[in-house]
């Protein structure tokens, strides 16, 4: 069993900066393939961006690539999303994932374990 628990989400105007964190119980973090994925109101669920078990393989949606930054600390068991730059549009709860295969995967259905979510809201 995984527990994931993220942290970081708040209130931030156009162009600014929030820094979320998942923290992850289990002695194996290290070999799971972590992701972030987004839901704003009445939207699905998307896969935001994934990072591999030893953080040398790291991947972003169109939308955030060169905004935001995925990285892990595997002695600390927790992953971050550096998000910068934020735009109204990236509004949405923010939840952590973990898959228990070793590759990249986007798909939602890949994810075993999740987070309860936190709410990142961007005014303009």
């Known amino acids: 069993q995984v527990q994931l628990v993220e942290s970081g989400g708040g209130l931030v105007q156009a162009g600014g900066s929030l820094r979320l964190s998942c923290a992850a119980s289990?002695?194996?973090?290290?070999?799971?393939?972590m992701g972030w994925f987004r839901q704003a109101p009445g939207k699905k669920r998307e896969f935001v961006s994934g990072?591999?078990?030893?953080?040398?393989?790291?991947y972003y949606s169109d939308s955030v690539k060169g905004r935001f930054t995925i990285s892990r600390d595997n002695a600390k068991n927790t992953v971050y999303l550096q998000m910068n730059s934020l735009k109204p549009e990236d509004t949405a709860v923010y939840y952590c994932?973990?898959?228990?295969?070793?590759?990249?995967?986007?798909?939602?259905?890949?994810?075993?374990?999740w987070g309860q979510g936190t709410q990142v809201t961007v005014s303009s």
């Open positions: 289990g002695r194996t973090f290290s070999r799971y393939f």
């Open positions: 994932a973990a898959r228990m295969l070793p590759d990249y995967c986007s798909a939602y259905e890949c994810y075993a374990y």
């Open positions: 990072i591999s078990w030893g953080g040398s393989g790291t």
